[in-house]
């Protein structure tokens, strides 16, 4: 039986768990950690104009993105 709630389902970003649905899904949440980390470094919003415009454009889809933001207490 598949348990959706162990380990090897989920990541942990910042002491959050996420719940992942694939082995691949597990990259993908580190390519957007990592993503969303050199943003902050580097203040750099592009292509939008503040912090604040680029996390509601990407926080309006469900999903990784969203959990990762979540997770790092960005919204």
């Not at 990541?11 to 691949?24: F, Q």
Request: aromatic share 6%; with cysteine.
């Amino acid at each position: 039986m598949h348990d959706r709630f162990s380990p090897t389902n989920q990541v942990m970003v910042n002491g959050h768990a996420i719940t992942i649905s694939a082995p691949s899904d597990r990259a993908i949440v580190e390519r957007v950690c990592a993503f969303i980390d050199r943003k902050i470094a580097e203040n750099d919003w592009s292509p939008y104009s503040t912090k604040e415009a680029a996390l509601r454009s990407w926080a309006k889809p469900e999903g990784i993105r969203k959990a990762v933001l979540k997770a790092k207490g960005l919204i």
